[in-house]
């Protein structure tokens, strides 16, 4: 399929198989780097449909990162992603399974995939590591949002869960490009099959 055609045509209806979509979303200190992240991308086989620079909304946070409500560091984490744009991703795929090869991208058996090993900042040695882990580090919350933007990127599981992150991320706004029939509107068939989002994210 030709996704240019997406960016390029308005009132094309048709779908793209749920398979080729992706969601991600860089990081802050990363978008500056978007272009050269968009070129491996495409190395692997993965092209950016949509993309846009967004502050997350506190709902959508605890959501995307539920697994870590409860953990030392999600208070200054989630502090850090409400006040700091990211750049939130569309990406698809042509015949591939475009979260699978997103996920590659950013962890390869638990080790940082391409991404990360590109654009990440240094990490923090082991003992300092160790420190934050335990939430005893003198400059906790520092390394907290160190720790945030070190891993550069953040995507689903699933495709399943990318299109209701996007979905929720995008908000009102996407309710507003639905109506004007612009990007990504003309994904709508797909985005309308969940029941997930409704305008107050319940």
Do not use: C
């Not at 160790?130 to 995507?155: A, D, F, M, R, Y």
């Not at 209701?164 to 639905?178: D, H, N, Q, R």
């Amino acid at each position: 399929m030709d996704y240019e055609k997406f960016k390029n045509a308005p009132e094309i209806k048709e779908v793209i198989p749920k398979h080729e979509i992706a969601f991600a979303f860089i990081k802050s200190h990363a978008i500056k780097d978007l272009p050269e992240i968009e070129k491996l991308l495409k190395e692997n086989g993965l092209e950016i449909i949509y993309q846009d620079r967004i502050k997350l909304e506190g709902d959508v946070i605890d959501h995307i990162y539920k697994e870590y409500l409860d953990t030392h560091f999600y208070p200054v984490m989630k502090d850090f992603l409400e006040k700091n744009e990211v750049g939130v991703l569309l990406v698809g795929g042509p015949g591939h399974h475009a979260q699978e090869v997103l996920l590659r991208l950013k962890k390869v058996d638990g080790e940082d995939g391409p991404i990360r090993q590109r654009f990440r900042i240094p990490r923090l040695d082991r003992e300092e590591y160790e420190l934050w882990e335990k939430g005893n580090h003198p400059n906790q919350e520092e390394v907290s949002v160190l720790i945030t933007l070190g891993n550069v990127i953040h995507t689903a599981n699933s495709t399943e869960e990318a299109l209701k992150s996007l979905k929720m991320i995008l908000g009102k706004k996407f309710e507003e490009m639905k109506k004007k029939g612009n990007l990504p509107a003309e994904l709508w068939e797909i985005f309308s099959e969940s029941d997930y989002f409704t305008e107050n994210h319940e």
